[in-house]
């Protein structure tokens, strides 16, 4: 399993960002896609999730509203629509992939791509 993120990038705070994850060597719809956060200095932290069939989605506190998750499973890609951007949301964000069917199927990561929330 292959997942490669992209979209990161320097932004102003108030302004937005969509992040991809494009994912390979597995079958797409048949795992759910989350996506986590790791800023300098700190744990890292669950941000968003959508499930296998894409009608249920999950979001950390600090994103309701601002973050939207969703994915397109033709093109085994998922997204992360990140609107009124804060300072406090810099940080690496890396994509997760969970077999839906089974927890014996350990987890797989992005390499993360680089999210900077800067005047």
């Known amino acids: 399993v292959q997942l490669v993120e992209s979209g990161g990038g320097l932004v102003q705070p108030g302004g937005s960002l969509r992040l991809s994850c494009v994912a390979s060597?597995?079958?797409?719809?048949?795992?759910?896609m989350s996506w986590y956060r790791q800023a300098p200095g700190k744990e890292r932290e669950f941000v968003a999730s959508?499930?296998?069939?894409?009608?249920?989605?999950n979001y950390a506190d600090s994103v309701k509203g601002r973050f939207t998750i969703s994915r397109d499973n033709r093109r085994n890609t998922v997204y992360l629509q990140m609107n009124d951007l804060k300072p406090d949301d810099t940080a690496v964000y890396f994509c997760?992939?969970?077999?839906?069917?089974?927890?014996?199927?350990?987890?797989?990561w992005g390499q993360g791509t680089q999210v900077i929330v800067s005047s």
């Open positions: 060597g597995l079958t797409f719809s048949n795992y759910a």
């Open positions: 959508i499930i296998h069939a894409g009608r249920i989605t």
């Open positions: 997760n992939a969970r077999f839906w069917y089974s927890t014996d199927v350990p987890p797989s």
